[in-house]
């Protein structure tokens, strides 16, 4: 089960739209992977992985992910929230595209 520790409403309430994108990309990674993007750590390791890690590939801890959605999630948990998704629709844009991509290859 996904550990939503990453934000709560209260949080998402007031953070910016590049925490957002983050938040909503740790999601996404912890429900491809079953595990989140960075390790049981007191909460200032875990800040400082956050700022200065990158998370170990999805496809690394699980294969079967297809790169495109693989890319997505990554493009989510950027460093900088300006290469992050500009906004939600972006990010529900691309998603959309994976998921008729995937509806068009299994129609074929």
């Given at each position: 089960?996904?550990?939503?520790?990453?934000?709560?409403?209260?949080?998402?309430?007031?953070?910016?739209?590049?925490a957002v994108i983050?938040?909503?990309g740790a999601i996404l990674y912890e429900l491809?992977?079953?595990?989140?993007p960075f390790g049981p750590a007191c909460a200032t390791d875990l800040l400082l992985q956050v700022l200065k890690s990158k998370?170990?590939?999805?496809?690394?801890l699980n294969?079967?992910?297809d790169r495109k959605l693989e890319a997505i999630c990554h493009k989510c948990l950027r460093k900088k929230p300006a290469s992050r998704y500009q906004s939600g629709w972006a990010l529900a844009?691309?998603?959309?595209?994976?998921?008729?991509g995937l509806?068009?290859?299994r129609g074929s």
């Open positions: 089960m996904v550990r939503v520790a990453w934000f709560s409403l209260g949080v998402l309430a007031s953070a910016s739209l590049g983050y938040a909503l491809l992977t079953g595990r989140p998370p170990e590939s999805v496809r690394r294969p079967d992910v844009r691309d998603l959309r595209s994976y998921l008729d509806s068009r290859k």
